[in-house]
């Protein structure tokens, strides 16, 4: 039997009050997954729970059937997360981003080039692979972050509001590489405030509001659940937020 890509149990985290209150989630292997909420609704604090970037207060996270509390290292080697502001090194050149991560990744050197050079051409930054990342547009980086998530041939792949503030054609690069991932056998897990593009990208979609989860299922498994067959998920979302 298969392990899921992510299991979720009982999972909780409090700041000044609480964010996330046990919130129980899991997301198969292979598809791509997108994770709606309200503004506040605990979506990015369950991520970086997720990503060891921020330590739960309970609970339990499983990481394709490894432990991610209990052996961090273990599982932060088969995932990868790429926040919504790119995070590049500006007076490095993509090559020396990607040698440079690889290295953090303790990739062997030779394996490490040729997967960057695969990487810079078939996100279409291979002419730009020697000049400092300063001068990129915000999509541009947004690739280059994209190919450093990457590098490492992760299984999990966690990406926070990633088409923010990129123009169409960039946009859909940017989805074109999410779902060539998932057809390769990864899982693709993505937070978004634009609706259509869950609509049309995610093979099942969670929403959250609260800290906790009020819906789970594919468009049409939440529009059966929401009353609102034949509608968007727009109408959907604002249904079942709506009293959250």
Known sequence: ??????????????FDKPVITGLDLEIAAGQ???????????????????TGLTRPDAGTIRILGIDARQN????????????????????????????????????????????????????????????????????MKQKVALAGALIHDPQLLILDEPLTGLDAAMARAVKDALRAQVDAGKTVIVTTHILEVAERMADRIGIIAGGRLLAEGTLEELRS??????????????RLTSGA
Not at 1 to 14: C, D, F, H, N
Not at 110 to 119: K, N, Q, T, V, Y
Request: overall charge negative; charged content about 25%.
């Open 1 to 14: 039997m298969t392990e899921p890509a992510l299991q979720i149990r009982g999972l909780a985290k409090s």
């Open 32 to 50: 791509l997954y997108a994770l709606l909420g309200p503004n506040g609704a605990g979506k990015t604090t369950t991520l970086r729970m997720v």
């Open 72 to 139: 961090p290292l273990a599982a932060k080697a088969i995932t990868a997360w790429l926040p919504d502001e790119p995070m590049l090194y500006d007076k490095l050149t993509p090559s020396e981003y990607l040698a440079f991560v690889a290295g953090l990744w303790r990739m062997e050197p030779g394996m490490a080039a040729a997967e960057a050079e695969r990487l810079l051409h078939w996100l279409d930054l291979w002419e730009q692979r020697d000049t400092r990342c300063e001068g990129f547009s915000r999509g």
């Open 225 to 238: 659940s929401a009353g609102t067959e034949g509608m968007t998920l727009e109408d959907t979302f604002i």
